[in-house]
């Protein structure tokens, strides 16, 4: 009976054994059992396959020699003295097999007692995750890969080269980006192994064909699809760099593709045979994928920022004010030159409604203008805009509907009026000076020839003389009035042709002024003279000098109260003779006195502007004067009367 029973106990035994051995040679995990000193007591099939070493080779051998070179001597510490309580239960360890290839390994570890509970054995049963490390390395090295494409300029893009070397385990990487304008290849990345290629980095890029007709790049940019080459060393469509040590038997060359155009090209090298595996194009091929789409952008973001540049060249080298603004009004852009000129910064302006430029007068104009241009597409009106100090400026504003950052939107650009309005102004003061300048004379002619027709014989013998001087004196003066304006037009085109000789100024004083003797006496003024003995000569033009002078008493004459005094004052002064006349009249106004001497420039006060002339005067009396070489200006207190000086350059030989 109890052999009986002992015999079912160990046909039990033999059955168990069986199964644990049948489950363990063909389960796919790696089973390795380890005694206390860490030497190899179990070592299953699946172990054997992932490792390429026979049961037998390792069996009673230590365990650390399946680990990795740098970890044998702290496995060896650690395995041939176990501590139990320091044994993990779960932990992940890489293994190297007989090839060299290193697998990491997901153990989980189990202690096996024996009946008095000391250890007896460590049982390691491992799933090989390599692969899945490898996919989990690819994805991250992926996700860095694409921030990188996210962040980069793309002008350098060595570091994703790094990356794409790294996530393909290669040897070398080359991104070329395509210069179109030169049909070539520009390296814009490039990571290899430090003297990989047995010359420096920077000669080797140099070396680089560029062209898109060489090479498996250039194969690649052609087809428009990836070049893969196992045996790069005997592929003629392979281009080899001269100087350089061929390394690379394994290559893929991939274009950038962006729809239909080819943006550039990665080329990746590994030694080796046939070493690149079809999921190893397909990763290529995302990342290609992701950075021609970059590419794309970056060209597209670049044109735009080139026009819009382009624009704002434009925009800015306007000299007019230029206003965008949308539909409702609110303006989206300004240039300097409208900012500038209504006082506000362009922040200021941005945001605002466009009528608030306009003037409260321009209002009732404005909203139907703006209404014109959103109907019309286009219009042109006048209006007056304010500035921010309260400054009234006339203002042509053109304005037509645009398309602006994807809206529809309005530019207007208005010119200002105020030096047009001021030349209109000067052209009806010009021509009102004109008819109230020749009036005079023509009405006195017109009188002297009435006067004539109604005289007898008799008493047309006593006064013809008379008569001969008062048309005489209205033809000089309307000859005076033409030669004015044809001599200011003159000086505008071309300087004086001056004949400068010594010239005794004193009597040039009083023969300038007997001419001007009559019209002194009907305004009843005197001319007084300062003139001293022994000033030296004048180096001047006497016709020249002498319209100068009638210039001045002219105006002189005009100003003047009735029983005035017009007083001329000769000195020496340095090299130069200086002339100061002063009239009693009614002054002039500090703000005025510097435009003076500016053409057709009349007196903005209504009481001097009455009896002023054309403006042209005191303007060619400078030209005279400075083509002398002297100076001329002008002093004058309201109610006090005005004082004009000028100089003249002067020679030794002294009037007597």
Not at 96 to 113: F, H, K, M, N
Not at 420 to 444: F, G, N, W
Request: aromatic share 6%; net charge negative; with cysteine.
């Amino acid at each position: 009976m109890v052999r009986k029973i002992k015999g079912k106990e160990e046909k039990a035994l033999r059955f168990e054994g069986n199964l644990f051995r049948s489950f363990t040679e063909t389960v796919k995990v790696l089973i390795i059992a380890l005694d206390t000193e860490g030497k190899i007591s179990f070592f299953n099939r699946e172990a054997e396959e992932k490792l390429g070493y026979s049961r037998e080779e390792v069996l009673g051998k230590s365990v650390e020699f399946l680990f990795p070179a740098p970890m044998r001597e702290e496995v060896k510490s650690f395995t041939s003295s176990p501590d139990p309580s320091k044994i993990p239960k779960n932990q992940v360890l890489p293994l190297v097999s007989r090839s060299g290839e290193t697998l990491i390994i997901d153990w989980a570890i189990t202690l096996i007692p024996d009946k008095e509970g000391n250890l007896q054995a460590i049982v390691g049963i491992g799933t090989d995750i390599t692969a899945k490390e490898a996919q989990l390395k690819r994805l991250d090295l992926l996700n860095k890969i694409n921030q990188e494409i996210i962040v980069s300029d793309l002008k350098n893009l060595t570091p994703m080269a790094s990356q794409i070397r790294e996530v393909l385990d290669a040897h070398t990487v080359l991104i070329l980006k395509t210069d179109k304008e030169r049909k070539s290849m520009v390296p814009i990345g490039w990571n290899w192994r430090p003297g990989y290629y047995g010359i420096p980095d920077e000669v080797l890029v140099q070396k680089i064909p560029q062209t898109t007709e060489r090479g498996l790049v250039g194969y690649c940019i052609r087809e428009g699809k990836a070049i893969v080459s196992g045996d790069a060393e005997r592929d003629p469509r392979a281009h080899h760099i001269e100087g350089t040590e061929y390394m690379d038997e394994s290559l893929i060359a991939m274009p950038l593709c962006f729809q239909e155009e080819i943006l550039g090209a990665i080329l990746v090298g590994k030694k080796g045979l046939n070493q690149f595996k079809e999921e190893d194009v397909a990763l290529l091929q995302t990342i290609a994928g992701s950075l021609a789409v970059a590419l794309h952008n970056r060209e597209v973001m670049e044109n735009l920022k080139e026009e819009e540049e382009r624009f704002r060249n434009l925009f800015e080298s306007i000299p007019d004010g230029v206003v965008i603004y949308d539909s409702q009004g609110t303006i989206l852009e300004v240039n300097e030159a409208l900012a500038k000129s209504r006082g506000y910064s362009r922040e200021e302006l941005v945001g605002k409604n466009v009528e608030d430029l306009d003037h409260p007068d321009s209002k009732p104009l404005s909203k139907p203008f703006l209404e014109e241009v959103k109907q019309r597409g286009i219009a042109r009106k006048e209006l007056l805009n304010i500035t921010k100090n309260g400054e009234v400026i006339p203002v042509e504003v053109f304005a037509s509907k645009i398309h602006y950052q994807g809206k529809t939107a309005f530019i207007g650009v208005s010119r200002d009026l105020k030096e047009r309005k001021k030349l209109e102004q000067v052209k009806s003061d010009l021509l009102y000076a004109i008819s109230h300048e020749m009036k005079t004379p023509i009405q006195s002619l017109m009188a002297a020839v009435e006067i004539y027709s109604s005289l007898t014989p008799a008493r047309l013998a006593a006064r013809s003389l008379e008569l001969f001087e008062i048309i005489s004196r209205n033809l000089w003066r309307l000859k005076q009035l033409v030669d004015n304006f044809l001599e200011s037009q003159r000086l505008e085109q071309e300087s004086l042709n001056l004949n400068p000789l010594p010239l005794d100024m004193a009597p040039l004083i009083q023969e300038t002024q007997e001419i001007l003797l009559p019209y002194a006496r009907l305004r009843e003024v005197e001319f007084e003279n300062i003139i001293p003995e022994g000033l030296p000569l004048a180096i001047a033009d006497r016709e020249r000098l002498t319209e100068v002078f009638t210039n001045i008493y002219t105006n002189a004459l005009r100003f003047s109260p009735k029983g005035g005094k017009i007083t001329t004052i000769l000195r020496e002064k340095e090299q130069f003779l200086e002339v100061e006349i002063s009239d009693q009249g009614p002054g002039i106004p500090q703000e005025e006195l510097p435009q003076l001497f500016q053409r057709f420039y009349r007196p903005q006060s209504p009481n001097l502007r009455a009896m002023a002339g054309t403006g042209l005067g005191l303007y060619i009396s400078r030209k005279i004067v400075e083509e002398h070489g002297g100076k001329i200006w002008v002093e004058s207190t309201e109610g006090q009367g005005t004082t004009i000086f000028f100089t003249l350059p002067v020679r030794e030989e002294r009037s007597s």
